[in-house]
């Protein structure tokens, strides 16, 4: 199975998603930077973290219209599977393929800690390797991660399922306090309608190595490639 | 020609920075402040020379780019 990392300049998530990606995957991910529009067909498209086009105008708004981002949207519609880590979030829904933005943090300050999430949903190729309602401990290191929509747009999200991560504190309530940003309904991940897209801002990739201080990021990558073989 | 964009959160969405800004003039002694938000402005020289056409352009800019319009709403000013 190949993988594709989309690389901008100011991105610097790329390598621990690579580190996790050929974990999981068994081979080696291709890097693709932001300016090349030939995207080798691959089965799995991620948009890694960072500060891509050091977060000029918004987190996020650059990266989304540069060249490679075009054939990463006609593969998303394709059903190609697509992965948006924290500036990857970002970039997905400033590109307009996952509903939403995010916004500065509530507290006004960088969050880096680990945070527990609950995993709102097993039914996707993404959260196949959790159960519905498992508590995971995975870190968030960012500055714009306060999920906002409108309303109507949390309530559809959340009728039809596509809230795919929501922060919650380690016995998995989901209190004010576990809440790292502010944002709306505590979410942390949403899918798109077809769940072939997800978008999340804590870091599943810093999660895989015991030493790093706990392996529950694993699952994601150990569930997309089991669901994607 | 020149356009001026004035980008601004929309009312009832959150603004942290805003919020802050207006704490510190507090503060400082600053008296009778009511809501503070905070916005950005966006100076653009335009070649056109026909002020309709150039706002309809920097609307498409804006549409496109230079806000989110899920969260921010936008303002275009044309000077000759």
């Known amino acids: 199975m190949k993988t594709a990392i989309i690389v901008f300049p100011g991105s610097n998530r790329e390598r621990d998603m690579a580190v996790a990606l050929r974990r999981s995957f068994g081979t080696e991910p291709l890097m693709i930077w932001h300016k090349d529009v030939d995207l080798p067909a691959v089965d799995l498209i991620v948009v890694p973290g960072g500060f891509s086009y050091g977060d000029y105008l918004r987190a996020g708004a650059m990266g989304a219209h540069s060249p490679v981002m075009r054939t990463v949207k006609e593969r998303a519609d394709q059903g190609v599977p697509v992965l948006g880590v924290c500036n990857g979030f970002q970039t997905l829904t400033e590109a307009g393929m996952l509903p939403g933005a995010l916004m500065r943090n509530a507290g006004l300050k960088f969050v880096c800690r680990t945070v527990h999430l609950r995993v709102e949903t097993a039914q996707s190729v993404f959260t196949s390797g959790y159960a519905a309602g498992q508590t995971i401990a995975v870190p968030v290191a960012h500055n714009d991660g306060n999920y906002y929509a409108d309303d109507a747009t949390l309530d559809r999200l959340e009728d039809r399922g596509l809230v795919a991560f929501r922060y919650v504190d380690a016995e998995g309530g989901a209190t004010e306090a576990a809440n790292p940003n502010g944002s709306r309904r505590g979410i942390a991940g949403i899918f798109n309608d077809t769940k072939t897209v997800l978008g999340l801002m804590p870091h599943p990739e810093d999660a895989i190595d015991p030493l790093h201080g706990g392996t529950d990021g694993r699952g994601l990558f150990d569930g997309l490639a089991r669901a994607l073989a | ?80």
């Open chain 2, 1 to 80: 020609m020149k356009a001026i964009v004035h980008v601004t959160l929309k009312p009832g969405v959150l603004d942290p920075q805003g919020k802050a800004i207006g704490h510190a003039l507090g503060t400082l002694g600053f008296q009778g402040l009511g809501e503070v938000r905070q916005g950005k402005v966006i100076e653009i020289d335009l070649t056109e020379t026909d002020a309709a056409k150039a706002e309809k352009a920097v609307t498409a800019m804006c549409e496109k780019l230079l806000a989110n319009t899920v969260i921010e709403n936008y303002a275009i000013r044309i000077e000759a």
